[in-house]
């Protein structure tokens, strides 16, 4: 009987811990959103610093940009709505529905690596606006296509070309990757999202650098760059906007991101959460 009592109490101290948890969880995600609709930024830099969330780095950075001196405008991504808006004072300028990290942990056969497909959280701040931006696929790129491919991968490194099976080799030539033929005879090979290069049954993962790995039009005209990687961008898949499933990064359509593209200056905060 006592030791049903004691199993009893454990649980509902359990439950009771969890349900804490997630309060605190819920109420501060409700605080984040009502101090950014009333446009209290220094608040909301004061909840994410006592949450240990964002970046000494960027804060320096926002702290010295033109946007922060001048109480400009600024931009709010919603994890859980995915939305964005784009907003001054209180007042709403712009808004649109975006995509965002699909939240997976993933690991790849051959890599030691654990990738977490997540939209960071806090307070960043747009570092750079590029028009006409090339994607720079990531390894994990490749092993991801590898996986839904049933095939291996196979690193190509500048001046350790790869024997293929007819007797030839792929190799770098200047910023091209290129297949030179047993009689002495190359060709550039081309590598697009999803057609990336494969020899003998393993897609080459190209060095960073050359043309074949640099995709056009999957960022789509516009990205404003928020660093390590991150940025608010246009997309080739138009129909995932609003929905979860990108690795990180925040995606528009393409004509959302061509009307803040022409109003976002560098030093423009944004907050997400």
Same mark, same amino acid.
């Given at each position: 009987?006592?030791?049903?009592?004691?199993?009893?109490?454990?649980?509902?101290?359990?439950?009771?811990?969890?349900?804490?948890?997630?309060?605190?969880?819920?109420?501060?995600?409700?605080?984040?959103?009502?101090?950014?609709?009333?446009?209290?930024?220094?608040?909301?830099?004061?909840?994410?610093?006592?949450?240990?969330?964002?970046?000494?780095?960027?804060?320096?950075?926002?702290?010295?940009?033109?946007?922060?001196?001048?109480?400009?405008?600024?931009?709010?991504?919603?994890?859980?709505?995915?939305?964005?808006?784009?907003?001054?004072?209180?007042?709403?300028?712009?808004?649109?529905?975006?995509?965002?990290?699909?939240?997976?942990?993933?690991?790849?056969?051959?890599?030691?690596?654990?990738?977490?497909?997540?939209? +960071?959280?806090?307070?960043?701040?747009?570092?750079?606006?590029?028009?006409?931006?090339?994607?720079? +696929?990531?390894?994990?790129?490749?092993?991801?296509?590898?996986?839904?491919?049933?095939?291996?991968?196979?690193?190509?490194?500048?001046?350790? +070309?790869?024997?293929?099976?007819?007797?030839?080799?792929?190799?770098?030539?200047?910023?091209?990757?290129?297949?030179?033929?047993?009689?002495?005879?190359?060709?550039?090979?081309?590598?697009?999202?999803?057609?990336?290069?494969?020899?003998?049954?393993?897609?080459?993962?190209?060095?960073?650098?050359?043309?074949?790995?640099?995709?056009?039009?999957?960022?789509?005209?516009?990205?404003?760059?928020?660093?390590?990687?991150?940025?608010?961008?246009?997309?080739?898949?138009?129909?995932?906007?609003?929905?979860?499933?990108?690795?990180?990064?925040?995606?528009?359509?393409?004509?959302?991101?061509?009307?803040?593209?022409?109003?976002?200056?560098?030093?423009? +905060?944004?907050?997400?959460?």
């Amino acid at each position: 009987m006592n030791r049903v009592l004691l199993v009893t109490v454990v649980a509902v101290l359990g439950v009771t811990v969890w349900l804490v948890m997630q309060t605190l969880h819920d109420r501060f995600a409700r605080d984040v959103a009502r101090l950014v609709f009333n446009d209290n930024l220094d608040a909301i830099d004061r909840a994410r610093r006592e949450a240990s969330v964002g970046s000494d780095t960027l804060r320096a950075q926002l702290a010295t940009s033109p946007a922060a001196k001048i109480g400009g405008p600024y931009i709010v991504v919603s994890i859980a709505d995915r939305r964005l808006w784009y907003k001054e004072g209180d007042s709403v300028l712009f808004t649109a529905p975006v995509a965002t990290g699909s939240g997976k942990t993933v690991t790849f056969v051959g890599s030691s690596r654990v990738y977490h497909f997540e939209t +960071p959280r806090g307070r960043l701040v747009v570092q750079r606006r590029d028009s006409a931006p090339a994607w720079i +696929p990531p390894d994990w790129h490749y092993l991801e296509q590898a996986r839904k491919r049933g095939l291996s991968t196979v690193q190509l490194v500048r001046g350790a +070309p790869i024997k293929t099976k007819d007797g030839g080799e792929v190799t770098v030539v200047g910023n091209d990757v290129v297949r030179k033929s047993k009689d002495g005879s190359t060709r550039a090979l081309t590598a697009e999202e999803g057609r990336e290069i494969v020899v003998d049954g393993k897609i080459v993962i190209p060095p960073y650098g050359t043309t074949q790995r640099k995709y056009i039009g999957v960022l789509g005209a516009y990205r404003l760059y928020l660093g390590d990687g991150y940025g608010l961008h246009g997309t080739n898949e138009p129909k995932s906007v609003g929905q979860a499933v990108s690795h990180g990064c925040v995606r528009l359509r393409n004509e959302d991101i061509t009307v803040l593209y022409d109003r976002v200056a560098i030093g423009t +905060p944004v907050y997400i959460y």
